[in-house]
């Protein structure tokens, strides 16, 4: 038979075991499967001050814990539109639906934050709010055309009509050409209205209109309700359109910086604008490492089967996955 300790001392043994026990973080986040949890563990979210489970962001999203970005993508637009405030005016319970989505988005969409996030639950992660406006991102707009008495909508005058068109279109719009040109003016001239540009931003709808209006021309500029232009992006011009704001807000914190003034340093006049810029930086740099990542996986689908339009998009990736190294942009 072995020695036993003295039982003062198996006391202290056991008082002390429990007590580490106690204290001992939890890190296991429990298996989630289709929005479900096998095993939850609910506690305080410091983030929202409301009971939460570990896989809660997953099931926010209503996705398993394997979704690739571009599946969280998808369910962050799906869940988005259904709780945007636009369709709930005044409903502050809708309102902080649409918040916590995004924040889901953010989080998971990223694999940095998502690393943390599934070793340690929310309590791993720093504080965060995204933007929800800006990263549901705008309604595309389109431009519509109407035949109308006005002298130019002759015959006679259809070629000077094309080119009179095309002038006031913006440069640079994906898919428009002389030929998209012609047949919208054509349309118009049968039916009487056509769309001239689909799926375009509010400032090339604007500006186009604006240009035709001068010419007394019938237009008009509306958003494509039910749609979202960053929706409708492939994951090369996701890429660009971050790479390009990341630019544009690095360059306003540099001027930030520069107008900081020693006098208001006390008062913290000068802080508010530089922390706006810093906070927008540090969530475009979650959403450029989660731009890189949709953009690898499309890659690896079109090395397996790639279609035409598939090598059309390669052809076109090709001048960003050469440029920046995609694999810094996801482990930075």
């Not at 409903?91 to 918040?99: A, I, S, V």
């Not at 929800?132 to 002298?151: E, K, M």
């Not at 050409?177 to 349309?187: D, N």
């Not at 740099?285 to 790639?306: H, K, W």
């Amino acid at each position: 038979m072995g020695h036993r300790p003295p039982r003062r001392v198996a006391r202290l043994l056991l008082v002390l075991a429990l007590g580490l026990a106690a204290r001992a973080p939890s890190y296991g986040r429990g298996f989630c499967s289709g929005g479900a949890c096998l095993r939850p563990e609910t506690r305080l979210d410091s983030h929202r001050g409301l009971a939460a489970t570990d896989c809660e962001l997953y099931e926010v999203l209503g996705v398993d814990s394997e979704a690739s970005v571009t599946e969280i993508k998808k369910a962050y637009y799906r869940r988005a539109r259904d709780c945007h405030p636009d369709k709930f005016p005044g409903d502050e319970k809708m309102r902080e639906t649409f918040q916590q989505v995004a924040d889901a988005y953010a989080t998971l969409a990223d694999p940095l934050r998502r690393q943390q996030y599934d070793l340690r639950g929310l309590a791993g992660l720093a504080f965060f709010s995204a933007n929800a406006t800006r990263l549901f991102g705008p309604p595309p707009w389109r431009v519509l055309l109407g035949r109308t008495d006005h002298w130019l909508w002759t015959e006679e005058k259809s070629d000077y009509m094309v080119g009179l068109l095309a002038s006031a279109i913006p440069d640079g719009i994906s898919g428009v050409t002389m030929r998209t040109i012609q047949a919208a003016h054509a349309e118009a001239f049968t039916t009487r209205v056509a769309v001239l540009l689909d799926r375009v931003s509010e400032a090339q709808a604007k500006d186009t209109v604006e240009q035709l209006e001068e010419f007394g021309l019938a237009v008009k500029a509306e958003p494509i309700e039910g749609e979202r232009t960053n929706e409708q992006e492939s994951p090369v011009q996701h890429f660009r359109r971050i790479q390009r704001d990341l630019g544009e807000a690095s360059e306003s914190l540099r001027r930030s910086a520069l107008e900081l003034r020693p006098e208001n340093a006390a008062s913290g006049q000068d802080d508010e604008e530089f922390e706006k810029w810093v906070n927008v930086i540090r969530s475009l740099r979650g959403e450029l490492r989660s731009a890189a990542a949709e953009l690898q996986e499309s890659e690896a689908r079109q090395q397996g089967a790639p279609s035409s339009s598939q090598v059309a998009e390669s052809e076109e990736a090709q001048g960003v996955s050469d440029s920046p190294d995609i694999q810094s942009v996801l482990i930075s």
